[in-house]
């Protein structure tokens, strides 16, 4: 059940992303395929970040720590780039047009994401 969550959850900033930052597009005109490529996106997204993400920071912990973690933005977006890429290897039709727009939707997503797990407990109590 926390997979799924964290899945919608993600998948909801993602479409946030595409209604704030110009540069990210997601291109098909149906709701039920803009929800399923958001889906399909969320998941892309979170694979590469639990098996690249890890590495990333274990190799450049020491750029973290000299910019006092903002290098994690830079990691975020560019992580965001490669699910982009990775999205139309597999013919979703979502783009991210270049570092900027994947910068600032990592971003966002990140933020939506965050005020969104606020809301929603995926624990069991």
Do not use: Q
């Amino acid at each position: 059940m926390k997979i799924l969550i964290r899945v919608v959850t993600t998948a909801i900033a993602l479409w946030v992303a595409t209604l704030i930052v110009s540069g990210i597009d997601l291109t098909t005109a149906s709701t039920p395929k803009k929800v399923g490529t958001l889906i399909a996106v969320a998941v892309v997204f979170g694979l590469i970040n639990a098996f690249l993400k890890p590495i990333v920071k274990t190799l450049g912990c020491v750029f973290y720590i000299l910019t006092l973690g903002l290098f994690a933005l830079v990691v975020n977006g560019l992580l965001l780039w490669l699910a982009s890429w990775s999205a139309g290897k597999l013919n979703l039709p979502f783009h991210v047009s270049g570092f900027w727009p994947a910068f600032w939707g990592a971003i966002v997503v990140g933020v939506v994401s965050w005020l969104l797990n606020l809301f929603v407990h995926d624990d069991k109590e």
